[in-house]
């Protein structure tokens, strides 16, 4: 039989819980949480609009709800967000920035990573910090930016795409986002130098 004082501390746990959760659906900061092997439990309603405002509506939460994270981080990446998620375990919350730019805004976020430990669940929140239009935008060119392959190497972070004929220029090309997902577009990823020197490390604890 549990006691008195187990059921008040298991209620309390999910209060808590409940509380998170009906912060986030009135929220305007594209949340989710996932559990304890990463896949995607809750996704707010900021998600859905962000999905369909960048042409991604068949990423809405309905669709992909029990779906790993990972599957829509680009491989490059794994190593460093698989350390957040380990340091926001031995620190409770992780905060690192990011790059997530469209076609037609720069855009700068603040990724936090919140772990409950009584439910082994974490809560990860997006706010926008800084966003303005894109300054002389790049557009588009075979010649310039795809490869002997048929890819276009862009950027995991920063979305910049190498150029073939000068390879150490990255170019932000705004055409390329548009393109993205799409049959016409094939699209590898890396690191240009700049984010690789901010990327090719571990997070620390």
Request: charged residues 20%.
């Amino acid at each position: 039989m549990i006691g008195a004082p187990q059921v008040q501390g298991k209620n309390t746990h999910r209060s808590r819980l409940l509380r998170i959760l009906q912060a986030l659906e009135t929220s305007r900061t594209v949340s989710y949480v996932l559990d304890s092997r990463f896949r995607l439990i809750h996704c707010n309603p900021a998600w859905d609009d962000f999905a369909k405002s960048n042409g991604a509506p068949q990423l809405s939460a309905e669709a992909i709800i029990g779906v790993d994270v990972f599957a829509f981080i680009p491989d490059v990446l794994h190593n460093y967000y698989w350390e957040a998620f380990r340091c926001a375990k031995s620190e409770v919350v992780w905060e690192g920035s990011y790059e997530c730019s469209s076609p037609k805004f720069f855009r700068k976020y603040r990724m936090r990573i919140h772990w409950l430990p009584t439910r082994d669940l974490f809560v990860v929140t997006n706010p926008l910090v800084f966003q303005r239009s894109h300054r002389n935008p790049t557009k588009a060119d075979a010649t310039k930016y795809v490869q002997s392959n048929g890819l276009v190497m862009m950027c995991a972070h920063c979305r910049c795409s190498r150029r073939v004929d000068v390879p150490e220029q990255w170019d932000f090309v705004p055409d390329y986002l548009e393109l993205k997902g799409e049959a016409s577009l094939m699209v590898s990823h890396g690191f240009c130098p700049v984010c690789y020197a901010c990327f090719h490390f571990r997070p620390t604890c």
